[in-house]
Structures are given as structure tokens and as C-alpha cells.
């Protein structure tokens, strides 16, 4: 029951937390989604940091400033913490700020579970961090693994594999609890009247992340445990000497790894979803077909998951099953697509912070759509596999697709959040920043891959050298962009001009091909009531 709840009873002598209380204790949807997003934040630029130590290395051929060991130890802790410390806390900290705002809900369903889901981060990330600690105290190497955590190097690795081993089971656990709950409140507390195809676009796509991860990170959590096991009791899941088969291990992992792919992508094609009609002025092009490409897409992610696993010598059936059915994804993603720039045609549109990123997710995430195609088709991947090429493509897939989707929701929301408006022109500035330094990193790792230069490698050949110079210059100006937009946070947090009720003033969201005018509130602005469609 709330305070407010207990007040109007009687209980007068209810204790109120206060300052740091309210935030440990808190099980308001808004307090535990800032928190959400300020936790990711620390990531972004714990994982950033690691980025640009990796980057500097490679600046040159030879070893400049790491050892083998902390090189691979860098890559593996900067994939774990950006897809599980930055991007899904982040969409999860959207989540719980806007889903009961949009479905008309008081709160999220199970508001204790919510105070557990996001507490269970901090300490998972810890438990990671302590995991790089570990060898500098004698407890065998550090996790070099890659993210994948591939046997037999896993099997054999230090105390530092078991830390890494707990900490994918935490923010496993957490990220079942917040989908359950997720769930759970989609389904039972959307204000009468709005049926399902009649939810915003956000409400849908997290509904069906949520979904996604309930099914798949059971099997990441089966994987790790039987590597534990196999590490420490004895067992042969994985050990070839005992007669365990490592490729069931990379099977386990991927049938987990790539519809997390879509974990990350989905709720910023939420985001898009919303950003898009509004700075267009007109409602979202073809709302039901949207909703049929993203359950499209979401179920041909399940049974995918083997395109990762060409040259581990599959027969021809089953390799020619993954490659058509990775072909066939790249529809409902291109229709996806589609329905945005058709959503644009014909607008009247504006270019704010928001919109750009939109733009801009289009255009590259495009890109990565005609890189993957190429990567899907067997005799082509197994040139391109191991080499640059495949970091180039999904740097292409997960920063437009995922971190610049979650940028504009940041930029869209804010004046929500804080009830102040950002500095517009320093909005932008951070756009055009962080896009050139982000394809003058990413857009020549595809020609040093082309070329044959293979990834995970703290050296390489002196004929790579330019491309590699022009990725770490565009890595610099792509991290340093990160304290302009931490820069404009704080100053819009701190104060500024007054947002009103419609920051976005004139725009209007269409939602199954309903729309919400300028005299009431558009989903994204609703309370406890969702607005009256006309």
C-alpha cells in the first residue's frame, strides 16, 4: 500500500523514507527507472573507458601500452558491460518510466520485484569488476575469453571465470524478473479500453523483448552452470578429454546470443516507433503491420542462432537451413524500415535532437542490414569470419540500432523526466559528434576485414596500419563526444527552461490509426488516465 494510501487510513506514524532511503527503498516505477538510467550511464563510460584503452593499443601495430592477457580481458569486459550494464538497463529504465505512463497504469505490477530486478545490477557489476581484479591478487589469469566465454579456454581459465560465471547469473536473474514483471503489467493493468492493438508502439516492442529474454537467458544460464560444473565437480559437458563436445557450449550460448540481437534492438525500434510520427506530425504508417513484422522478427531470431557457427562443420541441410532463414530476418527488418520512412513521407517535419537520431538509425542501420545479408551467405562468412569485418557489422547493428535509439529516447523523454528542456543546439552538436566519430571508427574496420585482418588480436600486420590509425582517432572523437552528452544532462537536470505539459508542442502520435490531438495529452504524456481519443 503507498504512504499516501496509509495516510488517508490512519496511519500517521508511517515512516517516509527520505534522501538516500527513498531511493534504496523505492518501489515508484519513475524512481527505480532514473535509477535504472544512471546505473547505465556509469557503464557507458566504464565500458566506453575500456573501449578506448583497446583502441589505443591498436593505434599502432606492436604492443604499445597492454599485455595479451589484459588486451583480451578488455574485449570480453567491454562486450559483457555494454549489452548487459549499458543497453538493456537503459531500455529498462525507459521501460519503467514510461510503460504505466503510456498503458494508463498507476504503477508497474510488482513494484517490490522492481526494487530487486535493478538492485540485483550494482552488485552483478561488482562481482564483474572484481573478476578483472582477481589475477592481480594470484588467483589465475583474467577472463580472455571474448564475451562468448568459448570452451576450452573457459574450462581452464582462473577464479576470475567463476566471478564472470556468477555475474551472468545476477543480471540473468534480473533481467527474468524485470521481464516477468514487464509482462505482467502489459497484460493486466492497461487502462479500459486500450486493447492491445491499440498500444503504443514502445508498449509493444517490450512486451515482446520481455518475452524473448524470459525464453532465452534460461539456456545462457544453463551453459554457464555446466561450465561451472565442468570446471569444478568433475563433469564433461564440454571437455573433448572426457568426451564432452565444446561446439554444444557455442550452440547453448548463441541460442541465447543472437536473439539478445533483438533484446537490444527492439525496444529502440519502440522508441523510434514514437519519435518518428511525432516530429512528423502525422500518425504511424501502418501501426497493425508493425506489430506483425516485429512478432515476425522476434520469432525467426529464436531459430537462428547457428549463422554465428558456419566453420564449425555443420552438414550442408543444416547449414543451408540457417543461411535462408537469416535471409528471410532481413524483411520484416526492411518493412520495419519502411513503415518509418513512409511515416515521414509527406510530414511536416522537424528536425530536433530526437528526430536526427531517428534519421540517422535508418541510414546506418541499413547499412548493417546489407553487411549482415552478406554475412548470412555460407561461402562469403567464411571468408569474413573472425576478421574486422564482423566487428564493423555489428557495431553498425548495435550502436545506431541500440545506443542511438536510446539516445533519442533520451533526448525525447527528457523534458519528461525533468521537467526542463535540454539545450537544443548542444543536443544537436552531440548528434553531429557522436555520428562522425562513430563511422570514422566503425567504416574502415570493413575494409580491414575485407583485407584479412582478424579480430580479438592485440597485434597485426603494418599494412593495416592507416585504417587502423583513422578507427582510433574517430574512437577518440566518439568517446569524448560522451561528456557533452553527460554535460547536457546534468544542465537540463539542473534547471532551464520550464518544459510544459507539450515540450513537443503541435505534434501529434498516431497509435492504431487513432490520433490523439492537441487538446488532450499524447500517450506519452499520460498519468494514471489514458487521454480521450476523439
Do not use: C
Request: hydrophobic residues 55%.
Amino acid at each position: 500500500m503507498s504512504t499516501v494510501a496509509l495516510e488517508q487510513e490512519g496511519h500517521k506514524d508511517h515512516h517516509v523514507p527520505t534522501g538516500i532511503q527513498r531511493w534504496l527503498f523505492s518501489t515508484n516505477h519513475k524512481d527505480i527507472g532514473t535509477m535504472y538510467l544512471i546505473f547505465s550511464l556509469v557503464m557507458l563510460f566504464l565500458g566506453g573507458g575500456m573501449a578506448m584503452m583497446i583502441r589505443a593499443e591498436l593505434f599502432m601495430p606492436g604492443l604499445q601500452i597492454l599485455n595479451p592477457d589484459l588486451y583480451n580481458n578488455l574485449v570480453t569486459n567491454h562486450a559483457l558491460i555494454m549489452v548487459f550494464g549499458l543497453v538493456m538497463p537503459a531500455a529498462a529504465g525507459m521501460a519503467n518510466w514510461m510503460i504505466p505512463l503510456q498503458i494508463g497504469a498507476p504503477d508497474m505490477a510488482l513494484p517490490r520485484l522492481n526494487n530487486l530486478s535493478f538492485w540485483l545490477l550494482p552488485a552483478g557489476a561488482l562481482m564483474l569488476i572484481m573478476s578483472m581484479l582477481a589475477p592481480y591478487f594470484g588467483t589465475g589469469g583474467p577472463v580472455n575469453t571474448g564475451w562468448t566465454l568459448y570452451p576450452p579456454l573457459s574450462i581452464q581459465a582462473g577464479m576470475s571465470m567463476d566471478l564472470a560465471i556468477f555475474t551472468l547469473h545476477i543480471l540473468g536473474i534480473s533481467s527474468i524478473l524485470a521481464s516477468i514483471n514487464i509482462i505482467t503489467t502489459i497484460l493486466n493493468m492497461r487502462a479500459p479500453g486500450m486493447t492491445l492493438m491499440k498500444m503504443p508502439i514502445f508498449v509493444w516492442a517490450w512486451l515482446l523483448t520481455a518475452f524473448l529474454l524470459v525464453l532465452v537467458m534460461p539456456v545462457l544460464a544453463g551453459g554457464v552452470t555446466m561450465l561451472l560444473f565442468d570446471r569444478h565437480f568433475g563433469t564433461s559437458f564440454f571437455d573433448a578429454a572426457g568426451g564432452g563436445d565444446p561446439v554444444l557450449f557455442q550452440h547453448l550460448f548463441w541460442f541465447f546470443g543472437h536473439p539478445e540481437v533483438y533484446v537490444l534492438l527492439l525496444p529502440s525500434i519502440g522508441v523510434l516507433g514514437m519519435i518518428v510520427p511525432t516530429f512528423s506530425r502525422k500518425p504511424l504508417f501502418g501501426y497493425k503491420p508493425l506489430v506483425i513484422f516485429m512478432i515476425i522478427l522476434t520469432l525467426l531470431g529464436l531459430v537462428v542462432w547457428a549463422h554465428h557457427q558456419y566453420t564449425i562443420g555443420m552438414s550442408l541441410a543444416v547449414t543451408t537451413y540457417f543461411m535462408i532463414g537469416t535471409i528471410l530476418i532481413s524483411i520484416p527488418v526492411g518493412l520495419m524500415l519502411f513503415n518509418f520512412i513512409f511515416t515521414m513521407w509527406r510530414g511536416s517535419l522537424t528536425f530536433e535532437t530526437p528526430m536526427l537520431f531517428a534519421i540517422a538509425i535508418i541510414v546506418m542501420f541499413s547499412f548493417a542490414g546489407v553487411t549482415g545479408v552478406m554475412l548470412a551467405v555460407v561461402p562469403a562468412d567464411m571468408q569474413y569470419h573472425d576478421t574486422y569485418f564482423v566487428v564493423a557489422h555489428f557495431h553498425y547493428a548495435l550502436i545506431p540500432g541500440a545506443l542511438f535509439g536510446l539516445y533519442a529516447g533520451v533526448f525525447y523523454w527528457l523534458p519528461k523526466w525533468t521537467g526542463h528542456r535540454y539545450d537544443e543546439r548542444l543536443g544537436k552538436i552531440f548528434f553531429w559528434w557522436t555520428t562522425i566519430g562513430f563511422n570514422l571508427t566503425f567504416f574502415p574496420q570493413h575494409f580491414s576485414g575485407l583485407a584479412g585482418m582478424p579480430r580479438r588480436i592485440i597485434d597485426y600486420s603494418i599494412q593495416f596500419t592507416d585504417f587502423n590509425m583513422i578507427s582510433s582517432i574517430g574512437a577518440f572523437v566518439f568517446g569524448l563526444s560522451h561528456l557533452l552528452f553527460l554535460y547536457i544532462i546534468i544542465k537540463t537536470i539542473r534547471g532551464g527552461e520550464p518544459a510544459g505539459d507539450m515540450p513537443w508542442d503541435g505534434a501529434r502520435v498516431g497509435t492504431a490509426g487513432l490520433e490523439w490531438t492537441l487538446s488532450s495529452p499524447p500517450p506519452f504524456h499520460s498519468f494514471e488516465t489514458p487521454p480521450e481519443v476523439k
